[in-house]
């Protein structure tokens, strides 16, 4: 399974307190009340770049000057997540959460690391907490990482149902669709399977992974002349792509 995390840009607010410097006296950067700051806005760039390293050591440097600050925490254990050090993670969420109980993206991250090492059970506790937050503005995605918890587990039904939630007409999340056609097809719903992945298209029209299964579905259908418009949508819009190889191979033009 592949895991879709969510990274939430936050507004960061620091304190800033104005102390009187002796004349000629100078203030290092480690000093400026503001550098912490700095260093979090680095950390968070090079976190959207996937320098998750770099962006590591930034937001461990901002935690050093200014300790007990939650988001920074935070953004350490999505570092961590992302780099796969579930172990580390785990710790700097926990950390974040001891700080600020409340604290309902570190607790949806946490979740998130929890479905990556395959505690399931955790992952339930933790995203149905986040869901329980009815000011959470990103429970959307909170539902399709529920539902993928349940898939795991074996609850298909359960899973469904959660991942039909991810699927809200203003912000649905893309890889809903995905596993939803998967679950239908697998249980004999071919059409149900394929409405699902027309709809993909026409919400998402730059992925290309929607094109390619549906294409994939039609072609093992038999339905070679209804597949072959996906698969060359895939192959003329990303051609060097190992999904455009793949539907190269569906059309038999290799």
């Known amino acids: 399974m592949k895991s879709r995390f969510l990274v939430v840009a936050m507004a960061l607010v620091l304190g800033a307190c104005s102390t009187s410097q002796p004349k000629h006296s100078q203030t290092t950067e480690s000093e ?8 979090m806005r680095q950390g968070s760039l ?3 770049q996937g320098r998750y390293e770099a962006a590591l050591e930034k937001f461990e440097k901002a935690d050093e000057v200014a300790p007990g600050n939650a988001t920074a925490l935070n953004m350490m254990g999505l570092c961590h997540l992302r780099l796969q050090h579930f172990d580390q993670a785990l710790f700097s969420f926990n950390q974040a959460l001891a700080l600020v109980p409340a604290f309902t993206d570190a607790r949806n991250n946490r979740g ?3 479905l990556a090492m395959g505690q399931y059970r955790m992952a339930e506790v933790d995203f149905s907490a986040v869901l329980a937050d ?4 990103h429970r959307y995605d909170v539902y399709f990482n529920l539902g993928m918890t349940y898939l795991q587990r074996g609850l298909t039904s359960a899973a469904k149902e959660n991942l039909r939630k991810a ?9 809903a669709y995905l596993r939803l056609a998967d679950i239908e097809q697998q249980e004999g719903a071919t ?15 730059t992925r290309i992974e929607a094109p390619l299964a549906l294409g994939r579905l039609l072609h093992n259908l038999g339905r070679n ?4 418009p996906y ?8 051609p060097g792509s190992e999904a455009a190889d793949e539907a190269r191979i569906l059309l038999g033009d290799d």
Do not use: H, K, W
């Not at 059409?191 to 029209?205: T, W």
């Open 112 to 114: 998130t690391t929890y």
């Open 225 to 228: 002349s209804e597949a072959e």
């Open 231 to 238: 698969l060359r949508t895939v192959i003329a819009d990303e």
């Open 46 to 48: 090079l976190l959207q």
């Open 134 to 137: 009815p000011t959470y503005p």
């Open 167 to 175: 699927l809200n007409p203003d912000q649905p999340v893309f890889e």
């Open 32 to 39: 400026n009340p503001l550098y912490s700051l700095t260093l």
């Open 191 to 205: 059409e149900d399977a394929i409405a699902l992945l027309e709809e993909a298209i026409l919400n998402f029209p």
